[in-house]
């Protein structure tokens, strides 16, 4: 049995990612998102697709990625995009 680096759990069904060289052995997927996907510049949610690459920063969705730059997004309208509402500060 392994332990998980996120949340410690030893488990029998645990699998390893390796990302930049290094090997990291979790128990589930949450805890690899958790410790490894990169979060989005804008809404703060992990990145756990393909997301949007703009200037060396990355964002869950093209959403995001267009309003990077504008108001803070409780000033647009309020429209929050359903990805980026598992954010509570975003959703009013």
């Known amino acids: ?13 645990s699998f390893q ?3 930049n060289g290094k090997i990291h052995t979790f128990d589930c997927f949450e805890c690899a ?7 989005c510049a804008r809404c ?3 990145i756990i697709g393909h997301g949007v690459e703009r200037n060396t ?4 969705c ?4 267009r309003h990077s730059n ?3 997004i409780d ?5 929050v995009p359903e990805a980026c509402a598992t954010e509570p500060s975003l959703v009013q």
């Open 1 to 13: 049995m392994a332990m998980c680096e996120t949340c410690g759990n030893d488990y029998s069904k």
């Open 17 to 19: 990612v390796m990302m």
């Open 33 to 39: 998102v958790q410790l490894l996907a990169p979060a």
């Open 44 to 46: 703060g949610c992990s």
């Open 57 to 60: 920063m990355f964002y869950c």
């Open 62 to 65: 093209e959403h995001c990625a």
């Open 70 to 72: 504008g108001p803070p």
């Open 75 to 79: 000033e647009q309208e309020n429209v």
